[in-house]
């Protein structure tokens, strides 16, 4: 379409349609400002939209200015937007026919200033504090001791040297180094995935669990430490359930990660310093303490050893306890005769009192009283006696009815049961005998075995001359295989001896029905019917 519509009717004036300006407006736009850098507050930012673009506005006192950073764009950023965070943001500016309007369309953004930088830091800083995340309460101290150290730093730098040789003037310990990026973009990943994975090793692993973690850099500017600052990096160091110390940069640096850990350290090695504690001055406190502990033990043992002996001097000896009791002993054997002589005396005059009023007549007045009782007693015992054996006597008169009555029922029940038992036994017998392969056997059949008495199945399992036994149902017969009859052995009966003689006709009238049968090939099982 040309840029140039057709001139009206009317007058001179051209006719533009709505999509005509704007796109003559858009090339105006994008020709006079091809690439901007603009200074101002990032305003209105929300996130990335669901299709990854970012829609925000840059202003400042007097005027804003809609800014767009696309998604392609989004992922090369090296500072993310954030809201009220002060910028510079480089790109072209171009228009927006859907809405009339101009805008940025980013593609780089900077820092405006170490004043923005400040700015977002202490704007993060308040709104990480505001969630209790710098909470004197929650911050711990690092044990006296600790056996394993784990330091996240880079691996090549200055600083793990420093700390290592700090370590081993002082008391060397077992370290563990998680290399991480302490500059650019991926440091604050980095960093807080590092804090995260001491903290994930499991105590008593394969890898020891650290009992301290120091996170150190050297010195800076602002910018080199803004990746101690990240948020990602700062809740790591607040949820790590190891004490966590914090030495980035020089002792007038501050990064935010220094508010989030339980202890803040000037430099990498003042904290290697505070990890752990001297071990010479720690043996000589020790040797100190050892020393004034036996001397407190050896003044304590003579203090008691004194008080022992002036308690000794203010107990009596053994003769001055022992004399009164003994003078009280001789004074009462002294008064023991006379006190049995005068014992004996008033025991002897109640005696002599006693036999006065133990008179015959009296001993007759007693005696008939006691008989007079005694017969009153046995009249009673004798009726009780009597109505205890009319009352058990009565008890086993019912008992015995009782018994009569069951023993009158018993014997038809005994008999009832018995003839249903015989029944079932009858029953069981037929059944026995129908299943029992001697019912074959009746019907003509043969069972043949070896020499074991093992059953045969087939003729091939015979051999030549070998010793067989036929059992008919009459009784067995002993034979050899491919041998003529006359040299069979004798028929014998069920119990191994010979019959007496014929079975009243039944051989006979067995052989014809065994002739009346049709001939098999093979020879018969006992389960052919």
């Given at each position: 379409m040309s840029a140039s519509p057709p001139e009206s009717p009317v007058g001179n004036a051209p006719d533009?349609?709505?999509?005509?300006?704007?796109?003559?407006?858009?090339?105006?736009?994008?020709?006079?400002?091809?690439?901007?850098?603009?200074?101002?507050?990032?305003?209105?930012?929300?996130?990335?939209?669901?299709s990854g673009h970012a829609y925000f506005s840059l202003k400042d006192t007097n005027a804003r200015l809609d800014a767009v950073v696309w998604k392609t764009s989004f992922s090369r950023l090296r500072l993310k937007p954030e809201e009220g965070l002060e910028v510079v943001a480089i790109g072209r500016i171009t228009t927006f026919p859907g809405k009339s309007s101009y805008q940025i369309v980013i593609e780089q953004l900077e820092y405006a200033g170490a004043g923005a930088i400040m700015a977002m830091?202490?704007?993060?800083?308040?709104?990480?504090?505001?969630?209790?995340?710098?909470?004197?309460?929650?911050?711990?101290?690092?044990?006296?001791?600790?056996?394993?150290?784990?330091?996240?730093?880079?691996?090549?730098?200055?600083?793990?040297?420093?700390?290592?040789?700090?370590?081993?003037?002082?008391?060397?310990?077992?370290?563990?180094?998680?290399?991480?990026?302490?500059?650019?973009?991926?440091?604050?990943?980095?960093?807080?995935?590092?804090?995260?994975?001491?903290?994930?090793?499991?105590?008593?692993?394969?890898?020891?669990?650290?009992?301290?973690?120091?996170?150190?850099?050297?010195?800076?500017?602002?910018?080199?430490?803004?990746?101690?600052?990240?948020?990602?990096?700062?809740?790591?160091?607040?949820?790590?359930?190891?004490?966590?110390?914090?030495?980035?940069?020089?002792?007038?640096?501050?990064?935010?990660?220094?508010f989030a850990a339980d202890v803040r350290a000037p430099t990498p090695t003042a904290a290697a310093e505070m990890a752990v504690p001297v071990r010479g001055e720690l043996m000589a406190a020790i040797q100190a303490g050892g020393a004034r502990l036996t001397a407190a033990m050896a003044r304590a043992s003579e203090r008691r050893r004194a008080d022992l002996r002036g308690l000794a001097r203010l107990l009596p000896s053994g003769e001055t306890l022992l004399a009164v009791p003994r003078q009280r002993l001789d004074l009462a054997s002294g008064r023991l005769p006379r006190a049995l002589k005068a014992n004996a005396a008033a025991h002897r005059l109640q005696l002599t009192r006693a036999e006065g009023r133990l008179s015959p007549h009296r001993l007759a007045q007693l005696v008939a009283g006691?008989?007079?009782?005694?017969?009153?007693?046995?009249?009673?015992?004798?009726?009780?006696?009597?109505?205890?054996?009319?009352?058990?006597?009565?008890?086993?008169?019912?008992?015995?009815?009782?018994?009569?009555?069951?023993?009158?029922?018993?014997?038809?029940?005994?008999?009832?049961?018995?003839?249903?038992?015989?029944?079932?036994l009858d029953a069981i017998g037929k059944l026995m005998g129908a299943l029992s392969y001697r019912g074959v056997l009746a019907r003509g059949f043969a069972l043949v075995r070896d020499a074991d008495g093992q059953p045969l199945r087939s003729a091939a399992a015979i051999a030549g001359g070998q010793r067989l036994d036929i059992e008919f149902a009459d009784g067995h017969v002993r034979a050899a295989a491919g041998e003529s009859a006359p040299g069979a052995l004798p028929p014998t009966t069920a119990?191994?001896?010979?019959?007496?003689?014929?079975?009243?006709?039944?051989?006979?009238?067995?052989?014809?029905?065994?002739?009346?049968?049709?001939?098999?090939?093979?020879?018969p099982t006992l389960f052919d019917d």
């Amino acid at each position: 379409m040309s840029a140039s519509p057709p001139e009206s009717p009317v007058g001179n004036a051209p006719d533009w349609t709505v999509s005509e300006l704007s796109g003559a407006l858009k090339r105006t736009v994008e020709e006079a400002f091809g690439h901007v850098r603009v200074r101002g507050e990032i305003s209105g930012y929300r996130g990335q939209h669901s299709s990854g673009h970012a829609y925000f506005s840059l202003k400042d006192t007097n005027a804003r200015l809609d800014a767009v950073v696309w998604k392609t764009s989004f992922s090369r950023l090296r500072l993310k937007p954030e809201e009220g965070l002060e910028v510079v943001a480089i790109g072209r500016i171009t228009t927006f026919p859907g809405k009339s309007s101009y805008q940025i369309v980013i593609e780089q953004l900077e820092y405006a200033g170490a004043g923005a930088i400040m700015a977002m830091l202490e704007e993060r800083k308040r709104r990480l504090a505001a969630e209790g995340l710098f909470a004197p309460e929650r911050k711990r101290r690092p044990p006296f001791l600790p056996r394993v150290i784990g330091v996240v730093t880079s691996p090549t730098g200055a600083v793990i040297r420093d700390i290592l040789h700090r370590l081993s003037d002082r008391f060397p310990r077992r370290v563990l180094v998680w290399p991480v990026r302490v500059q650019g973009d991926t440091c604050g990943p980095e960093v807080a995935a590092a804090i995260r994975g001491f903290n994930a090793l499991e105590p008593g692993g394969a890898i020891p669990r650290p009992d301290v973690l120091i996170v150190a850099r050297g010195g800076g500017s602002l910018e080199d430490l803004l990746g101690f600052s990240d948020e990602a990096v700062v809740r790591a160091a607040a949820e790590s359930a190891i004490p966590l110390i914090s030495a980035v940069g020089h002792e007038t640096d501050v990064t935010l990660i220094d508010f989030a850990a339980d202890v803040r350290a000037p430099t990498p090695t003042a904290a290697a310093e505070m990890a752990v504690p001297v071990r010479g001055e720690l043996m000589a406190a020790i040797q100190a303490g050892g020393a004034r502990l036996t001397a407190a033990m050896a003044r304590a043992s003579e203090r008691r050893r004194a008080d022992l002996r002036g308690l000794a001097r203010l107990l009596p000896s053994g003769e001055t306890l022992l004399a009164v009791p003994r003078q009280r002993l001789d004074l009462a054997s002294g008064r023991l005769p006379r006190a049995l002589k005068a014992n004996a005396a008033a025991h002897r005059l109640q005696l002599t009192r006693a036999e006065g009023r133990l008179s015959p007549h009296r001993l007759a007045q007693l005696v008939a009283g006691r008989r007079e009782r005694f017969t009153l007693v046995a009249g009673r015992l004798d009726a009780a006696l009597r109505a205890n054996a009319n009352a058990h006597r009565e008890r086993i008169h019912r008992a015995r009815e009782r018994f009569e009555g069951f023993h009158a029922r018993l014997d038809p029940a005994w008999r009832r049961g018995l003839a249903e038992r015989g029944r079932r036994l009858d029953a069981i017998g037929k059944l026995m005998g129908a299943l029992s392969y001697r019912g074959v056997l009746a019907r003509g059949f043969a069972l043949v075995r070896d020499a074991d008495g093992q059953p045969l199945r087939s003729a091939a399992a015979i051999a030549g001359g070998q010793r067989l036994d036929i059992e008919f149902a009459d009784g067995h017969v002993r034979a050899a295989a491919g041998e003529s009859a006359p040299g069979a052995l004798p028929p014998t009966t069920a119990g191994g001896a010979a019959p007496k003689g014929p079975a009243r006709g039944r051989e006979p009238k067995a052989r014809a029905k065994a002739d009346a049968l049709p001939k098999s090939p093979a020879q018969p099982t006992l389960f052919d019917d």
